[in-house]
Nanobody, 123 residues
């Protein structure tokens, strides 16, 4: 069993930065790939970025790969999503999720989900 809790969301102006945290608990947390997804009102859930359990593989969708960075601090059981140069199009609820395999983009590949944190970018 893995529990995930997101934090770090908020309101920021366009061009600003936020760092989201995904704190995990459970013995197996460090063995899971962790992914970030987002969902804007009226839109489908969208893959953002993921990091493998070994930290050797990362993946990010094209719209964020030059602006967002995913990283993991195993000593703190936490995965971070550093988001820079934010735009109003990044406004969404951001959720982290855990999957037993390599970084994957399909939400159905993930077994455990957090509740999400709201990110709002004003123009």
């Amino acid at each position: 069993q893995v529990q995930l809790i997101e934090s770090g969301g908020g309101l920021v102006q366009a061009g600003g930065s936020l760092r989201l945290s995904c704190a995990g608990s459970g013995r197996a947390f460090s063995r899971y790939t962790i992914g970030w997804f987002r969902q804007a009102p009226g839109k489908e859930r969208e893959f953002v970025a993921a990091i493998s359990w070994s930290d050797s593989i990362t993946d990010a969708t094209d719209s964020v790969k030059d602006r967002f960075t995913i990283s993991r601090d195993k000593s703190k059981n936490t995965v971070y999503l550093q988001m820079n140069s934010l735009s109003p199009e990044d406004t969404a609820v951001y959720c982290c999720a855990a999957a037993p395999g390599f970084p994957l983009r399909l939400p159905t590949s993930y077994n455990y989900w957090g509740q999400g944190t709201q990110v709002t970018v004003s123009s």
